[in-house]
């Protein structure tokens, strides 16, 4: 058994908005109770709507931000402040807009020997050229394209520049926000088949943050289902998918569109939408929308409960 | 007599670096009551087909066609003035961003009974009941105190919402929704596509679908029309699409989908879509198609008949089913 790459325990990150002179501010309880670990070479995949939190954890265990409460140690290292400059070389992300998160005034190597220029100050100008080739090949970039811009890719290369440039510094974990959702289909498989086999090869561990059921299926090892900030289920894929526990999960499968056309099939129909993150109900945060609620869930919030497939619901599935 | 006909519609923008073809001589035909999909990766030229029948291209667009028709006007010289009483009436057309599709600086309200006001004879207490009704319809609760909302004032569901009232206000007899749920999350997203199914059905409307989601079309339209690069290459029934794709491009599309997939490495479609200055000759898939040869190369495809979807292939791929039954 090797040990996870990063293990977080209870993370929490709280926003306060609003608020005057007078006025108090409020907060938005933007990720609460975050648990998790994960191994090299493993995906775990975290899936949920818009405003569920996953993109602040993935500011979290980039360290972008502080959280405001829990802990987290990536390879053996504590993730406080005074330790994010040395964790940071282990820690890449790739964002899901390969539009915006590249600079269009910089040359393709220029890109990829950023990172070397400041966290690898003693290599010479030579070593980072050839460090920047090798890698360039790695992800399946022909040698040529290194004078080139940004602007003369199509969205499928660029998204493999924005991978080259997060392996530069050889991380030990890759957090990919929603990778793929900016692609067209048959480049999406493109970068999936890279980032899989770069996976294989490097044993890299993902955080791999998506709101695409069947990418999630494809390739995670591990799931979190988040609602509203907090975790609702978690279980290997194949649990999760094949008998999900809580009826949000339960929905969420039951909402994305299937290719295999069968009319007849019965869609769980979720009414009304995300309440605002400012007044999250008290109790069980899904049970304006459940089906299943009962007072009990309206009053007291149920906790992440099981074994190996944990769920937060007083009635689960099965 | 179909209440839509295009025929070898050819939409061509003048750019600096000369023209480019965005749509190349595509035919669609939508009866009353039908549900089209149009699906296609970006640059197909799908959303630009149904702006140029709207008439909504700017003037660097030379729009072509043999036939276009709507209702049996004919759209192509169709004055400005004449146009817009049919646009926002008959024909309407929902946009993929309902955030930035409405207009900030008015209420919702007041851009429903827009609407209402260019086109139809009704007095001021009138138009407010239809709006309240709309809004009724589209299963937005509260609508009376939602009339008086700013858009950012809504979710992107309720935007969305508002925007398929809007386009509904006067009883149109063909809906286009452009990537009506694109920009939305998956639960909202299966709220929106019932109810433009549920209102298709109850008013009898035809549906145009245009999208990029295989799901979202298996799950809506009814017949389904493939395009690559400008061009159509393939229209079929839903069901037979997704069992027996004829042209190859729509079965490899069909089998990247990670949720066909039956290991991990996902089968792909090398290289991208033609852009303006890498169109091959022949056929414009032959540089990505596995099954090309010289003749792809070289000859424009042909259009295959009806028992091959319509094809434009040299080589459509006649699935082993077909085989057995025929």
């Known amino acids: ?318 | 007599m179909p209440l839509l006909e295009i025929r070898n519609l050819t939409v061509e923008f003048t750019t600096a670096a000369g023209p480019f073809r965005a749509v190349d001589g595509v035919d669609a035909t939508v009866d009353q009551g039908d549900v089209l999909a149009i699906v296609g990766e970006s640059g197909s030229g799908k959303s630009v087909s149904m702006l140029a029948m709207m008439g909504l291209l700017p003037w660097t667009a030379t729009i072509t066609a043999d036939r276009m028709s709507f209702d049996g006007r004919d759209l192509r010289n169709l004055g400005a003035r004449e146009r817009r009483k049919v646009i926002g009436r008959d024909m309407a057309m929902i946009f993929q961003e309902p955030m930035s599709s409405l207009n900030p600086c008015f209420t919702v309200g007041f851009q429903i009974k827009e609407a209402l006001r260019q086109h139809l004879d009704l007095s001021r207490a009138e138009r407010h009941t239809r709006a309240l009704e709309l809004l009724d319809l589209v299963g937005i609760p509260d609508p009376e105190t939602r009339l008086k909302a700013f858009p950012h004032q809504l979710s992107g569901g309720m935007s969305q919402r508002v925007m398929i009232a809007m386009a509904l206000s006067c009883n149109p007899r063909l809906l286009i929704a452009d990537e009506p749920t694109t920009a939305l999350d998956v639960t909202i997203q299966a709220q929106i596509l019932d109810l433009l199914s549920d209102l298709q059905r109850d008013t009898g409307m035809a549906l145009i679908l245009i999208t990029h989601d295989m799901g979202v079309v298996a799950e809506t339209a009814q017949r389904v029309q493939v395009q690559y690069a400008g061009q159509k290459v393939e229209e079929q029934p839903v069901r037979s699409l997704f069992q027996s794709p004829h042209h190859p491009y729509t079965a490899a599309l069909l089998s990247a989908l990670p949720e066909r997939a039956t290991e991990r490495r996902l089968p792909t479609i090398p290289g991208v879509v033609p852009g303006q200055f890498d169109r091959p000759q022949g056929c414009l898939f032959s540089p990505r198609c596995a099954f090309a040869d010289d003749t792809c190369r070289k000859v424009d495809p042909p259009v295959q008949g009806e028992d091959m979807g319509f094809a434009r292939c040299h080589y459509p791929i006649a699935t082993p089913a077909k085989e057995a039954t025929s």
Not at chain 1, 47 to 67: N, Q
Not at chain 1, 107 to 128: C, S
Request: with cysteine; aromatic share 6%; glycine share 6%.
């Open chain 1, 1 to 318: 058994m090797t040990e996870p790459v990063i293990i977080a325990e209870h993370l929490a990150k709280h926003y306060e908005v609003g608020g005057g002179l007078f006025a108090k501010p409020r907060v938005v309880r933007a990720l609460s109770e975050a648990s998790f670990s994960i191994a090299p070479g493993k995906t775990l995949a975290v899936v949920g709507e818009s405003g569920c939190g996953k993109s602040t954890l993935a500011r979290l265990v980039t360290l972008i931000e502080e959280p405001t409460a829990g802990t987290f140690e990536i390879g053996g290292i504590p993730a406080t402040p005074d330790n994010w400059a040395r964790l940071r070389d282990s820690v890449q992300i790739v964002f899901q807009d390969p539009y915006g998160s590249l600079n269009l005034r910089h040359r393709v190597g220029t890109i990829l020997e950023e990172p070397l220029k400041i966290n690898r100050p003693n290599l010479t100008a030579a070593q980072r050229r050839e460090k920047a080739r090798e890698m360039m090949d790695l992800v399946g970039l022909r040698p040529e394209f290194y004078d080139r811009f940004p602007h003369m890719f199509s969205g499928g290369q660029r998204q493999r520049i924005a991978v080259a440039r997060a392996l530069m510094l050889e991380p030990k974990l890759m957090v990919l926000d929603e990778p793929v959702s900016a692609l067209d289909v048959s480049i999406q498989s493109q970068v999936l088949n890279l980032l899989l086999d770069l996976q294989e090869r490097l044993q890299l561990a993902y955080l791999f943050i998506s709101h695409d059921l069947s990418v999630v299926r494809h390739v995670a090892d591990e799931v979190i289902v988040m609602y509203l900030g907090r975790p609702v289920e978690f279980g290997a894929k194949e649990d999760v998918f094949a008998s999900p526990r809580h009826p949000y999960t339960k929905a969420l499968l039951s909402a994305t569109p299937s290719t295999e056309p069968h009319p007849d099939r019965k869609r769980i129909k979720l009414a009304g939408e995300l309440p605002s993150p400012l007044a999250i109900p008290d109790g069980c945060p899904f049970a304006p929308r459940c089906w299943k609620a009962q007072d009990k869930c309206r009053l007291d919030r149920p906790p992440l409960e099981g074994d190996s497939h944990k769920v937060a619901c007083y009635f689960p599935e099965n």
